[in-house]
């Protein structure tokens, strides 16, 4: 059996679609494959954000933790989705924990190498900000909409 | 495409002359959601399409515009009533043995024999899972027909789950029925999804030119949810919505359930969404 590397899961992931394999090929060196235990945690808030994750296998929650009445799950991201964008946006801190609640497999960008890519090639970092942005928004929407607590009024 | 046309068996024979029906049983759903069972007193079992509605009574007292649940093709007649108070709250304080009244059915029904030999997407939140659980059962009745079926649900948390036996069973594969669920709120132990229903699209199987997809929730979600099917290729004909209005009489004479042109107990409650695109977000009066 052939073993995927990991532009094979970067090429294959849906937030790289489309980037064409030179790109693929940069971005894989600032790369390694990791594997999160159930329960574990891949970070936690207030942490430095010094890695950007895509999710191959499994789903990790986001979480804010509240002393007076504990974890509290806010938003989930499973396989061919990613997590997130504070590698790229000052001042790339976590705000949240990112629990795995199945054992999960991500791979893993160093935040410092992927922003040097990005400057050393303009083109390959506007095309990753535009992405990243679509991803934002996308949750953004989808949070707002959950405000409404549509489920609550129906 | 237009909305799925009822047949004339599913209307009934005299529109407005409520029948008794007796509670066989009932189950409770969630804190606030009951389903019951019901049988016809006179023997004459109730004929209907998925997707239609029934008003469903107590005997002198007001009735609520109420989905049907249960198969069209098999078993008892089952409806699902989510406590909202008044006339819903004393629906769901019934017991085995009381009789209710029961009217209709009335509506479109989802048309959901339109998606043979394609795939059937349905998405449901909430209690909107009830009139497609209908459906569903009227597929899995006749799963060969079909190719790919992907149910998708939202629910408020993972203990506001409706037919939580039902999708127990589908989640372990029963039926060929590809599963996913996300919940908005959820406590440490909740090892699924947390979001919006519409975070799920991305990941069903589905072959967007050859997809009927049945959506029904609350309309705020219909919205994204058919917005959502469009982006990912769906025909906005191919997306079907149930909407929910102010259903009194349930033959188009009252008017209480308006929409522009509309009588949504006639022409709806199951929509075909690029008729009623631009109808969703008006104002109601």
Redesign the interface.
């Known amino acids: 059996m052939k073993t995927r590397s990991i532009a094979d899961y970067l090429s294959g992931h849906?937030f790289f679609a489309g980037v064409d394999a030179d790109a693929i090929a940069e971005l894989a060196g600032c790369a390694i494959n990791q594997h999160v235990r159930t329960g574990t945690y891949l970070f936690r808030e207030g942490g430095t954000a010094d890695h950007f994750y895509v999710i191959t296998r499994g789903?990790i929650?986001?979480?804010l933790f509240s002393p007076a009445t504990?974890?509290?799950?806010?938003?989930?991201a499973?396989?061919?989705e990613v997590l997130d964008w504070p590698w790229l946006i000052p001042p790339h801190r976590w705000f949240f924990d990112a629990?795995a609640?199945?054992e999960t497999s991500v791979v893993s960008l160093d935040a410092a190498c992927l922003r040097g890519k990005c400057e050393a090639d303009p083109k390959l970092g506007y095309d990753l900000v535009q992405r990243a942005a679509q991803t934002m928004s996308?949750r953004l929407?989808?949070t707002r909409?959950?405000l409404?607590?549509?489920?609550?009024?129906? | 495409m237009t909305a799925p046309q009822v047949t004339r068996s599913h209307a009934p024979q005299a529109p407005l002359v409520p029948r008794p029906f007796r509670v066989l049983a009932t189950r409770a759903e969630t804190a606030d959601t009951t389903t019951i069972t019901l049988e016809p007193a006179d023997g004459v079992p109730l004929g209907f399409a998925a997707g239609q509605f029934t008003m469903l009574g107590t005997f002198g007292g007001p009735e609520a515009p109420i989905s049907v649940t249960s198969s069209p093709v098999a078993g008892p007649l089952e409806q699902t009533i989510r406590d909202m108070g008044g006339v819903t709250h004393a629906l769901t304080r019934v017991l085995p043995g009381d009789t209710l009244t029961v009217r209709g059915p009335y509506g479109t029904g989802w048309g959901v024999t339109d998606a043979a030999g394609g795939d059937l997407l349905v998405i449901a939140g909430g209690i909107g899972l009830a009139p497609l659980r209908s459906a569903l059962l009227e597929v899995l009745a006749d799963r060969a027909a079909y190719r790919r079926v992907v149910l998708l649900y939202g629910a408020r948390s993972p203990a506001e789950q409706v037919f939580a036996g039902d999708l127990a069973r589908w989640a372990d594969g029963e039926g060929g029925i590809e599963f996913d669920v996300t919940v908005d709120q959820a406590g440490p132990g909740w090892t699924g999804r947390v979001g919006l229903v519409t975070n799920l699209i991305p990941g069903a199987r589905f072959d967007p030119a050859r997809t009927l997809a049945l959506v029904c929730g609350p309309e705020v979600m219909m919205r994204f949810v058919a917005t959502a099917l469009i982006d990912a290729g769906v025909p906005a004909g191919r997306i079907r919505v149930s909407l929910e209005r102010n259903m009194k009489c349930g033959i188009g004479l009252c008017g209480h359930c308006q929409l522009r042109e509309l009588f949504i107990c006639t022409d709806g409650p199951v929509l075909a969404y690029d008729r009623v695109a631009g109808l969703m977000a008006l104002r109601e009066y």
């Not at chain 1, 504990?70 to 989930?76: E, F, R, T």
């Not at chain 1, 409404?148 to 129906?154: E, F, K």
């Open positions: 849906p789903r929650a986001l979480e504990g974890p509290h799950m806010l938003d989930s499973g396989e061919g629990r609640v199945v996308h929407q989808a909409v959950r409404l607590d549509v489920y609550g009024s129906q």
